[in-house]
C-alpha cells in the first residue's frame, strides 16, 4: 500500500506529541491537555488551514485504536473564522487521528473522546488538507462532497476564546 509522504509526516508528529505534550500548562493557553509554546508555533507553521470551528456531527469511529495503519474518526465542522488559508466552503469534514491514551481519546473504547467532541463546541484547529490515502476511516460516501481536512491535534483541543485565537495569530 502506498502512502503519501505528508499523512506519514503528519501522523508521526500526532504520534510524537501524544508523548511529549504532557508538560506544565502556559497560563495564557486553554487546552483540554497541556501544551508547550514551542508545539503551539510549530502547528501554526505546518498547518496548510487554520480555523475557528463549532462541531456539528461527529461521525462513528472505525472501531479500533491507530496501530500499523493510521485510523481517524470524521467530525463536521461549521467555519465561523479563518485565521490561516482558505477553506472556500462554510461545512468542512476533518479528520481526527484516534490514538489510545491521547488527550483527544475517550480512555476505553477505540473513538473520539465524546466529553470534549460534544456538537456546538468551538474550537482552533489546525489542518492539512486530506489526500483521501494512508489512513483508515468510516467515511460515509455523503460527506464526500464536503471539503476534507486531516487535525493537526499537536496538543489536543483548543477552546476558540479570544485569548487564544489571539495567540494564535501572533505566531502566523
Known amino acids: 500500500m502506498r502512502v503519501a509522504l505528508p499523512v506519514i509526516l503528519?501522523?508521526?508528529?500526532i504520534l510524537t506529541c501524544v508523548g511529549t505534550c504532557q508538560t506544565s500548562k502556559p497560563a495564557t493557553l486553554q487546552l483540554s491537555a497541556p501544551c508547550e509554546a514551542e508545539k503551539l508555533k510549530t502547528s501554526?507553521?505546518?498547518a496548510s488551514?487554520?480555523?475557528v470551528a463549532q462541531i456539528t456531527d461527529v461521525r462513528p469511529s472505525v472501531g479500533f485504536w491507530s496501530g500499523q495503519f493510521p485510523v481517524v474518526q470524521r467530525v463536521l465542522y461549521k467555519v465561523e473564522e479563518v485565521i490561516k488559508g482558505e477553506v472556500g466552503e462554510f461545512t468542512i469534514n476533518v479528520g481526527h487521528h484516534v490514538i489510545a491514551r491521547s488527550s483527544t481519546?475517550?480512555?476505553?473504547?477505540?473513538?473520539?473522546?465524546?466529553k470534549l467532541f460534544?456538537?456546538?463546541?468551538?474550537i482552533i484547529l489546525f489542518l492539512q488538507t486530506?489526500?483521501?490515502?494512508?489512513?483508515v476511516d468510516n467515511q460515509d460516501t455523503n460527506d464526500r462532497e464536503v471539503k476534507r481536512f486531516l487535525s493537526l491535534d499537536p496538543c489536543g483541543l483548543l477552546s476558540a476564546t479570544e485569548e487564544n485565537i489571539r495567540i494564535v495569530k501572533n505566531y502566523l
Not at 10 to 13: C, P, Q, V, W
Not at 105 to 114: G, M, N, Q, T, Y
Request: glycine share 10%; proline share 10%.
Open 10 to 13: 503528519a501522523s508521526l508528529f
Open 44 to 46: 501554526v507553521t505546518l
Open 49 to 51: 488551514v487554520i480555523v
Open 105 to 114: 481519546a475517550d480512555p476505553e473504547k477505540p473513538e473520539l473522546s465524546p
Open 118 to 122: 460534544r456538537k456546538g463546541q468551538s
Open 130 to 135: 486530506d489526500s483521501g490515502k494512508g489512513y
